[in-house]
């Protein structure tokens, strides 16, 4: 059993900063997840994101006003050897903006560290904070977006200005990677974007709750599968129930061999 290493650490603003002419070229000489996910904290690549992710972090919600917001780029969390890969859409505002950790200090992060830990994938129910003890077994969780943006809606620019980030750590994580889940429909659409570009020969599968696809590649057999998000407008409304969401992940973690 593999369990993730440390988090990076919050960088102050002074420090080195990613613009977007360096970004793919930072992005593709990452030789390891870890140094890929400290990286990634010193991304300064959208100005629409920057400011938004580091205003939020200023005016903070109310019943945050004494946290330190982390209110920079959220890299993945996990183990840097992944069987399975989950990709969300992007940090929530109040969630991993504040926290510093992906899914982590809003309800979606319950929702979907709780699947996790029933089928035996993280170590606690919950996620509210990077120093909670959370550890998860052979998976990782990255979004398609970094940066928080406003109304968890980003740009096409913003998300395609992002893609190398996302396409470096599949790459990376490829050698022993073999399901990745699909957290709503952005997420759905950007990973099938990054593993074509990485040569994987796929057809489009139209995103709904459970569509998936198993394909070949190089000899090695590989799950797509798709979940609706666990965001609130999904789980207050009963679209996503945990027993839908579980079910999506143990096919993920028992294809991959994340769990038994
Ligand atoms: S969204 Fe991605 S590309 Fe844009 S600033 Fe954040 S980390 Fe950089």
Redesign the pocket.
């Known amino acids: 059993m593999q369990w993730p290493g440390q988090l990076p650490q919050a960088k102050k603003s002074t420090e080195v900063r990613?613009k977007k002419t360096a970004?793919p070229k930072v992005a593709q000489s990452s030789t390891t997840l870890a140094q890929l996910d400290e990286n990634?904290t010193h991304?300064?690549?959208?100005p629409r994101?920057?400011t938004w992710r580091e205003d939020v972090a200023v005016v903070k919600r109310k019943a945050y006003l004494e946290h330190q917001y982390w209110g920079k780029?959220i890299s993945g969390f996990g183990v840097s050897k992944p069987r399975l890969m989950i990709v969300g859409l992007a940090p929530g505002a109040h969630g991993a903006n504040r926290t510093g950790r992906i899914f982590t200090g809003d309800a979606s992060g319950d929702w979907l560290f709780g699947s996790l830990h029933r089928i035996g994938i993280a170590k606690i129910s919950t996620s509210f904070s990077r120093d909670d003890g959370q550890k998860l077994v052979h998976t990782r969780i990255t979004t398609a977006?970094?940066?928080a943006p406003p109304d968890n809606k980003?740009s096409n620019d913003?998300r395609d200005?992002?893609a190398p980030?996302l396409l470096r750590e599949f790459e990376l994580a490829l050698p022993t990677t073999r399901a990745f889940v699909g957290l709503g429909a952005f997420a759905w659409s950007a990973l099938f974007k990054a593993l074509r570009e990485l040569g994987h020969v796929i057809p489009t599968v139209k995103f709904g709750h459970g569509a998936q696809l198993i394909y070949t590649h190089e000899g090695v057999e590989y799950l797509l599968i798709a979940s609706y998000h666990p965001s609130q407008q999904n789980t207050f409304t009963g679209k996503l129930t945990t027993t839908m969401l579980d079910s999506v992940l143990t096919k993920a973690g028992k294809f991959s061999h994340a769990i038994d």
């Open positions: 990613i970004l990634i991304c300064f690549a959208c994101l920057v780029p977006v970094r940066c980003p913003e200005m992002c980030w």
